[in-house]
């Protein structure tokens, strides 16, 4: 399993088609014939993964924007982000 | 019934060295007659797709019982046909048992008649005098296949726009006792995207109308067996989860 560090970056790959629902997004990867689910966190965690937040950056905002007292996981969402191939580390 | 006249395809159909050739468009398929028989099917569904745009064609029965929308998906065999019937014999309206086409807030059914096979027939006797009147093509082991319209003395197939209120997924059990429980949106979505034929072009707009739609609907799972039960649950499942 990867490493994830609270200063790591990621970006979104190309290829990828984004399609907003009511409750998160549905990504379909036309390269490889798979379709994502991701929910309402999940998305945010994605949408922001742009190269230029890092880690920690997400996660602050998330607690800030879910008025959450504990800090979040965002490790894991990008551990399976990377695993679906929906992100890669910006190096 | 009202609906679009229909058109006629031109697809050319030669004989070729291992068996024929079905040419359409820019397509060519050359095989034998299993694979002309899919190379048919295709071109009609990629024809139908293309009608619908964006949408999904998603193999599933469709029923309105007791004023809520059901659509049943499941893999081939699991009882939707046969619950469909038994659906019909009990006083309830059957869209289809095929396809339900999903291209926005609203969908439809393929306007096609139930396909019956002979060996199915005893678990609805009931329905059994009705469906051996209807017209039928022999199956590959010579068995026949029946084509009946979902009607009754009591039930007029009528077809029309709907929003879907109830998904479940059938899993079979025959022999066995029936069993509904609640399921997740996820747990069906998942079923769904087993069960569908996606356009070439728009795929994840697609899958997100499926998504959205099922999202808004309550989901189930079903285990089919005993039929009497499964309609009763049907009927119960209307009346405590009205919209």
């Known amino acids: 399993m990867t490493e994830i560090s609270t200063g790591d970056r990621f970006q979104t790959l190309e290829g990828m088609e984004l399609n907003e629902v009511p409750d998160g997004y549905v990504i379909y990867d036309n390269d490889n014939e798979r379709v994502h689910y991701l929910n309402s966190t999940a998305a945010i965690v994605y949408q922001m993964s742009d190269g230029k937040h890092s880690v920690a950056d997400i996660a602050s905002l998330l607690k800030l924007a879910f008025e959450l007292d504990e800090d979040v996981d965002v490790a894991t969402s990008v551990q399976q982000m990377l695993g679906a191939g929906l992100i890669c580390r910006v190096e | ?243």
Not at chain 2, 43 to 70: E, K, T, W, Y
Not at chain 2, 132 to 142: A, M, R, S
Request: glycine share 10%; proline share 4%; charged share 15%.
């Open chain 2, 1 to 243: 019934m009202p609906g679009a006249s229909l058109t006629p395809l031109d697809v050319n159909v030669i004989p070729a060295a291992d068996g024929y050739s079905i040419q359409f468009d820019t397509i060519e398929t050359t095989g034998d007659l299993d694979v002309m028989l899919d190379a048919a099917h295709s071109i009609v569904r990629n024809v139908l797709l293309g009608d619908i745009g964006s949408g999904v064609l998603l193999h599933g029965a469709s029923l309105r019982v007791g004023g809520s929308n059901v659509v049943l998906i499941g893999d081939k065999a699991t009882g939707k046909t046969t619950l469909s019937l038994k659906a019909l014999a009990s006083g309830i309206q059957v869209y289809g048992d095929e396809h339900v086409l999903i291209s926005g807030p609203q969908l439809n059914t393929r306007p096609r008649t139930l396909r019956v096979k002979e060996g199915s027939i005893h678990v609805v006797t009931e329905m059994a005098a009705a469906i051996q009147q209807c017209p039928f093509l022999i199956n590959w082991d010579g068995s026949k296949i029946y084509s009946m319209a979902p009607e009754t003395s009591d039930v007029t197939w009528q077809l029309a726009p709907y929003s879907v209120d109830h998904f479940i997924c059938l899993k079979p059990n025959h022999d066995g006792s029936s069993d509904l429980e609640q399921s997740s949106s996820d747990e069906t979505f998942q079923m769904a995207m087993t069960q569908c034929f996606l356009p070439d072009e728009g795929r994840g707009q697609s899958l997100a109308a499926l998504h959205t739609t099922i999202g808004t609907a309550k989901c189930w799972n079903m285990r089919l067996g005993n039929l009497d039960q499964a309609i009763g649950m049907l009927q119960q499942m209307a009346i405590d989860h009205v919209k």
